[in-house]
């Protein structure tokens, strides 16, 4: 914490800040705590080693920050560049972050090479009966934050079977404008749900007070696009995974950003998720889990190293 400020940081944001904590999954209770009481609270960054900054959790205060480029202003942020695999080396694909946009979009030359038409049968076809990592097996061509996109929105149906059967049945069923909206819908409540970019940096370009915290020109903060997502005073039940959250009276979620530094991807991201969904209610039988899934170390992305999974014959 800055010296100004003289305290060291409390329990709760020292569980945020450290990468340990995120292979065991987002920590949303401590992001609650800490919404609660301290919504604008410092992280000093030595456990990520990286520098301190203000960690900003509300929905109304991330939003607000995100609208206002003049004040605080993007900055680089090497937290998002995801790792490689070797494949996509081999091949001469890009993590889709190396040259990407701080707030977690994907640079326009690396965009240009995501298909607006995307393959996701064919790639769901490389899903058999047998064990198959969803992240290597099926997603492996696809940019960090698209893989971790796609692979989210799959463990939102996972994680909730009877709305992945809910959504297979609006998708089959004949009034098919209502199952078309309501898909739409469970795309922006995956993207919200599980948020692929967990927080933004940005510069602090003069003196302001956010939170009821003092704010200097020069310091850091880190907008937590997870908390907001999941702020109660947004989102009713922000825990739970409804997919017809989103057809009419609630707010936007902030997983691309807002206003003029909105994150380029979105669209791309939206058509993926889609596709990749619509695929999977569409297909008989149904996707599930095979075993444990490992989440990425990282206190920015949110992802997975492995997410096994395998079709089981039967309705989902």
Not at 261 to 283: D, T
Request: hydrophobic share 40%; with cysteine; charged share 25%.
């Amino acid at each position: 914490m800055p010296q100004r400020r003289g305290t060291l940081p409390i329990s709760d944001a020292e569980v945020l800040g450290c990468p340990d904590t995120y292979a065991r999954g987002v920590p949303y209770d401590c992001l609650d705590r800490l919404r609660a009481k301290t919504p604008v609270v410092w992280l000093d960054g030595r456990l990520a080693d990286e520098p301190g900054s203000w960690a900003v959790l509300r929905y109304d205060d991330v939003r607000r920050a995100l609208s206002r480029p003049e004040l605080f202003t993007p900055v680089p942020y090497d937290a998002l560049h995801g790792p490689m695999y070797a494949d996509d080396r081999a091949d001469g694909h890009t993590d889709g972050h190396t040259d990407g946009h701080a707030d977690g979009g994907e640079p326009e030359d690396a965009a240009m090479l995501i298909d607006m038409e995307p393959p996701a049968r064919a790639m769901l076809s490389r899903v058999t009966g047998t064990t198959a990592d969803f992240i290597r097996d099926v997603l492996a061509e696809m940019p960090e934050t698209m893989r971790n996109t796609l692979a989210g929105g799959v463990y939102a149906l996972l994680r909730n079977p009877d709305q992945y059967a809910r959504l297979r049945a609006a998708k089959l069923s004949a009034a098919q404008g209502q199952g078309e909206a309501l898909l739409d819908s469970a795309v922006e409540e995956m993207l919200r749900w599980w948020t692929p970019v967990l927080h933004v940096r940005r510069l602090v370009r003069r003196n302001t007070v956010m939170g009821g915290v003092p704010l200097l020109a020069g310091e850091q903060v880190s907008l937590w696009l997870t908390a907001a997502n999941h702020d109660e005073a947004a989102f009713a039940q922000p825990t739970r995974f409804l997919p017809d959250r989103f057809l009419e009276g609630t707010v936007r979620h902030l997983s691309f950003g807002q206003g003029t530094r909105a994150c380029l991807g979105a669209r791309l991201a939206r058509v993926h998720l889609r596709a990749m969904i619509n695929a999977i209610v569409e297909r008989s039988g149904r996707l599930e889990l095979a075993g444990e899934p490992v989440p990425v170390r990282s206190i920015a992305r949110h992802g997975f190293e492995r997410l096994p999974v395998r079709w089981a014959n039967g309705p989902a």
